[in-house]
């Protein structure tokens, strides 16, 4: 079935460096557009990046836009978040998701969501 | 951006009842509206695209409304399965954003 299974979450210093995956199965991963959703602790839905399906378009909350860099890798069906810079308000659950739509067709929003990895910015 | 706005913030619903959930956007967004549902300790879940097109595998009793400005969920005889919270999210500006929630409680 479609799964999307985060990992590489945890607890990090301000300043500090992390990078999050999310692996892919059950569905073609190559054809999606794929986005990164975040969640802080007791609170609302926040978009963070999106990358399309292909690699070469990527596009930024601007909360994150200059420390966070979303990538993917075709040939793994791996979607990955490079986060530098970490700041105590990067706090949150991380979800991967995916879009609705396919190649030049995305939707926009999100028909599959993967459990989410919790990231901790604490000193 | 645009802003999304939820009311209520928290809704109580007897089993049974219709619930009425309400989304508001800052701006038109058209009909570029998407309805998601969060159970405690899950991801979301997709339950309405296009304002009114149910996803796949989503109970008839949840039905979406609405264009513009203003839109609509509404669960029509309400199970204690949809004890939730209830998002909706606007696609159609970048960046995507959503609304703050409304918690469905049960009676």
């Known amino acids: 079935q479609v799964q999307l299974v985060e990992s590489g979450g945890g607890v990090v210093q301000p300043g500090r460096s992390l990078r999050l995956s999310c692996a892919a199965s059950g569905f073609t991963f190559s054809a999606y557009a794929m986005y990164w959703v975040r969640q802080a602790p007791g609170k609302g839905l926040e978009w963070m990046a999106v990358?399309?399906?292909?690699?070469?378009?990527?596009f930024y909350a601007d909360s994150v836009k200059g420390r966070f860099t979303i990538s993917r890798d075709n040939s793994k069906n791996t979607l990955y978040l490079q986060m530098n810079s970490l700041r105590v308000d990067d706090t949150a659950v991380y979800y991967c998701a995916r879009d609705g739509g396919t190649y030049d067709n995305p939707s926009y929003w999100f028909d599959t969501w993967g459990q989410g990895t919790l990231v901790t910015v604490s000193s | 951006e645009i802003v999304m706005t939820q009311s209520p913030a928290t809704l109580s619903v007897s089993p049974g009842e219709r619930a009425t959930l309400s989304c508001r956007a800052s701006?038109?967004?058209?009909?570029?509206l998407a309805w998601y549902q969060q159970k405690p300790g899950q991801a979301p879940r997709l339950l309405i695209y296009?304002?009114?097109t149910r996803a796949t595998g989503i109970p008839g009793r949840f039905s979406g409304s609405g264009s513009g400005t203003e839109f609509t969920l509404t669960t029509s005889s309400l199970q204690s399965e949809d004890s939730a919270v209830y998002y909706c999210?606007?696609?159609?500006?970048?960046?995507?954003?959503f609304g703050g929630g409304t918690k469905v409680e049960i009676k």
């Open positions: 701006q038109s967004v058209s009909s570029n």
């Open positions: 990358i399309s399906y292909h690699g070469r378009n990527k």
């Open positions: 999210q606007q696609y159609n500006k970048w960046p995507l954003t």
């Open positions: 296009g304002a009114s």
